[in-house]
């Protein structure tokens, strides 16, 4: 087998349902598998796969083991030569394995390919293509300098080596996975990214941004802006230091400023980027009545975006479009537009999407 897709889950029930109906389109023509391990949901999304996606391996887990360890569930049971790690809250392209792998097979001594990753407003998230975060970057980081924590000099559609790439999309072959020991299970959430990532490059392996593909990554479903993310997400990177770099009680204290800093940063700042919406458009081939009469107002209906306009919630219908069109019109927005997005994934009876990447999406069904 060539491919094995997995992905974890944890009470994102409507996002993963979007999420595997891309990575199945994705997968067509592709010796290829899906696993989901779920970490003891408490919604119905092991009910769902079971009911929708009948091909998908299920690993249904009595315990949230958290990313690190779940992952690494899933990586055992691979039968692929490749794996990709995707997060639950992404929406892939029909191309985007084909593409990859394409391009993976041509480089030599590859560690881990990443992509362009874009939220659901079109906007480049910077942390797809990312530098080691040495005590020193991470100390310029809590005080807002991040020209030596993102990697700003390879553009967004380039490609090239990076040190560091973003568990929510990462391929790599499994013997490399498994070389290195995979994800380091002392981390639960957060930072078992950046050390995988670091293994594998002190393994004397390149891993590789390759920015001519694209995926939404809604991120805010999976990495909630709260203090209890602050708390983890400097603990994780404390962790990593005290792993790969000399600990020391100034950078301790250092660590610690962070965690009370972005606490306060991440919590005035926890809310959605949500403007008034003046009118819904769908963008589809007949209008859709349920979701009419759900939005109580009229929705306007066109075959596609020409102008992006202001105000505007755009409803991309997966009926008509391709899961390519929709990422192409998403990351099409241009700076400053005040349009958002949904998408009305085929034969579903709910829309979804997310205004801001810092707080979670809305899902409105009908």
Same mark, same amino acid.
């Given at each position: 087998m060539k491919l094995s897709?997995?992905?974890?889950?944890?009470?994102?029930?409507?996002?993963?349902?979007?999420?595997?109906?891309?990575?199945?389109?994705?997968?067509?023509?592709?010796?290829?598998?899906?696993?989901?391990?779920?970490?003891?949901?408490?919604?119905?999304?092991?009910?769902?796969?079971?009911?929708?996606?009948?091909?998908?391996?299920?690993?249904?887990?009595?315990?949230?083991?958290?990313?690190?360890?779940?992952?690494?569930?899933?990586?055992?049971?691979?039968?692929?030569?490749?794996?990709?790690?995707?997060?639950?809250?992404?929406?892939?392209s029909e191309t985007t394995?084909?593409?990859?792998?394409?391009?993976?097979?041509?480089?030599?001594?590859?560690?881990?390919?990443?992509?362009?990753?874009?939220?659901?407003?079109?906007?480049?998230?910077?942390?797809?293509?990312?530098?080691?975060?040495?005590?020193?970057?991470? %100390?310029?980081?809590?005080?807002? +300098?991040?020209? /030596?924590?993102?990697? &700003? =000099?390879?553009?967004? !559609?380039?490609?090239?080596?990076?040190?560091?790439?973003?568990?929510?999309?990462?391929?790599?072959?499994?013997?490399?996975?498994?070389?290195?020991?995979?994800?380091?299970?002392?981390?639960?959430?957060?930072?078992?990214?950046?050390?995988?990532?670091?293994?594998?490059?002190?393994?004397?392996?390149?891993?590789?941004?390759?920015?001519?593909v694209t995926v939404i990554?809604?991120?805010?479903?999976?990495?909630?802006?709260?203090?209890?993310?602050?708390?983890?997400?400097?603990?994780?990177?404390?962790?990593?230091?005290?792993?790969?770099?000399?600990?020391?009680?100034?950078?301790?204290?250092?660590?610690?400023?962070? %965690?009370?800093?972005?606490?306060? +940063?991440?919590? /005035?700042?926890?809310? &959605? =980027?949500?403007?008034? !919406?003046?009118?819904?458009?769908?963008?589809?081939?007949?209008?859709?009545?349920?979701?009419?009469?759900?939005?109580?107002?009229?929705?306007?209906?066109?075959?596609?975006?020409?102008?992006?306009?202001?105000?505007?919630?755009?409803?991309?219908?997966?009926?008509?479009?391709?899961?390519?069109?929709?990422?192409?019109?998403?990351?099409?927005?241009?700076?400053?537009?005040?349009?958002?997005?949904?998408?009305?994934?085929?034969?579903?009876?709910?829309?979804?999407?997310?205004?801001?990447?810092?707080?979670?999406?809305?899902?409105?069904?009908?």
């Amino acid at each position: 087998m060539k491919l094995s897709v997995i992905i974890l889950n944890y009470n994102v029930r409507y996002f993963l349902e979007l999420c595997l109906k891309s990575v199945e389109a994705a997968l067509n023509d592709l010796d290829a598998e899906i696993i989901v391990v779920d970490n003891n949901s408490s919604d119905d999304s092991c009910e769902m796969i079971k009911a929708l996606f009948p091909k998908v391996k299920l690993i249904a887990n009595t315990t949230n083991f958290g990313f690190s360890k779940g992952n690494n569930i899933g990586v055992a049971e691979a039968q692929g030569e490749y794996i990709c790690i995707l997060n639950p809250d992404t929406v892939v392209s029909e191309t985007t394995f084909k593409d990859i792998l394409k391009f993976i097979k041509s480089k030599s001594e590859i560690g881990i390919l990443g992509c362009r990753l874009i939220d659901g407003q079109g906007q480049f998230l910077p942390e797809s293509k990312r530098y080691v975060p040495t005590p020193s970057v991470a %100390i310029k980081k809590i005080f807002g +300098f991040t020209d /030596s924590y993102y990697v &700003k =000099r390879l553009e967004q !559609i380039a490609s090239g080596r990076v040190p560091v790439l973003v568990g929510a999309f990462m391929v790599m072959k499994k013997q490399v996975y498994n070389e290195v020991g995979g994800f380091d299970e002392d981390y639960f959430m957060y930072g078992e990214d950046v050390d995988l990532s670091y293994k594998i490059k002190s393994a004397n392996y390149h891993n590789m941004y390759y920015g001519k593909v694209t995926v939404i990554h809604y991120k805010g479903e999976s990495t909630l802006k709260d203090k209890v993310y602050a708390k983890r997400f400097y603990g994780a990177m404390q962790i990593f230091y005290n792993k790969h770099f000399k600990s020391n009680f100034f950078f301790n204290t250092f660590v610690w400023f962070g %965690i009370q800093l972005a606490s306060l +940063f991440k919590r /005035s700042n926890n809310r &959605k =980027r949500r403007t008034k !919406i003046i009118q819904y458009v769908l963008i589809s081939t007949k209008m859709n009545e349920a979701l009419n009469a759900s939005l109580k107002q009229d929705i306007k209906l066109q075959h596609n975006v020409e102008v992006y306009e202001d105000d505007t919630e755009y409803i991309l219908d997966h009926h008509h479009l391709s899961f390519k069109a929709i990422i192409d019109i998403i990351s099409g927005t241009p700076k400053n537009c005040t349009a958002t997005f949904k998408i009305l994934p085929k034969n579903s009876n709910f829309i979804i999407g997310s205004d801001s990447s810092k707080s979670r999406g809305e899902v409105i069904s009908f």
